[in-house]
């Protein structure tokens, strides 16, 4: 399995700021997913992250809004930049690890409130 | 169109008693793989259990296995002797390709509650 973590655990921001959420799993992976879970909805993956190349991003995201760094192949960044309260959501990383089936492991998620 | 179907948004159980979650699912790829995870109110994604498109057993992990039908395209967890800390929500997904650098699509989600 993958131990990762994710910093801040939560946070309450005000509208118009950016938070920047931190990932960190240890042990090297390629690639690091990054998703986003709307109150009562399911994950909806924002981006893939590999590390020495620009992020992937999935129809409805965009780098100006989602700015992703991948510095090394054990951490990830996902920034949510000039935030509306329509960005409340759970934010998850995710890898998958080599192994049986090539599981795929999140992160505890960080609880984001815009006010 | 939906690659994961999970049909029940909610679901009762009573303790001690098994309950089945349904999923189906939609790929055309020959290689993939199907997860369940396990979201408690806390939100974390615990991962619960995998089944590969080429195994030829039903994957199990403790009180959880799955049901992988290939030929219906459905992959129903089971989980058995229920407790009250199985409630929660639960999360079909799909991973298609054969690695681990590949993204995954998730279902609805069918919330549980076991009643003591």
């Known amino acids: 399995s993958a131990v990762i973590s994710q910093k801040p655990s939560r946070d309450i921001c005000q509208r118009g700021t950016s938070l920047t959420i931190q990932c960190q799993v240890d042990?090297?992976?390629?690639?690091m997913f990054w998703y986003r879970q709307q109150p009562g909805q399911s994950l909806t993956l924002i981006a893939t992250?590999?590390?020495?190349?620009?992020?992937?991003?999935e129809s409805g995201f965009v780098i100006d809004k989602f700015p992703i760094s991948r510095p090394n192949l054990t951490f990830s960044t996902l920034t949510v930049s000039n935030m509306s309260p329509e960005d409340s959501s759970i934010y998850l990383c995710?890898?998958?690890?080599?192994?049986?089936?090539?599981?795929?492991?999140f992160g505890p998620g960080t609880r984001l409130t815009v006010t | 169109a939906q690659k994961i179907t999970q049909t029940q948004p909610g679901m009762f159980v009573q303790e001690k008693e098994a309950v089945t979650l349904d999923c189906t699912y939609d790929?055309?790829?020959?290689?993939?793989?199907l997860f369940w995870y396990k979201q408690p109110s806390s939100g974390e994604m615990i991962f619960l259990i995998y089944?590969?498109?080429?195994?030829?057993q039903n994957a199990t992990e403790g009180r959880y296995s799955l049901n992988f039908q290939k030929a219906r395209k459905s992959a129903n967890l089971v989980i058995s002797a229920s407790q009250l800390g199985d409630s929660a929500m639960y999360f079909c997904?799909?991973?298609?390709?054969?690695?681990?650098?590949?993204?995954?699509?998730f279902g609805a989600g069918t919330t549980v509650t076991v009643r003591a």
């Open positions: 042990s090297q992976v390629t690639m």
């Open positions: 790929t055309s790829d020959q290689s993939y793989g």
């Open positions: 997904a799909m991973r298609e390709g054969p690695g681990g650098d590949y993204k995954l699509s």
């Open positions: 992250a590999n590390q020495g190349s620009e992020a992937t991003y």
């Open positions: 089944q590969g498109s080429y195994d030829e």
């Open positions: 995710s890898v998958g690890v080599q192994g049986a089936g090539y599981r795929q492991y």
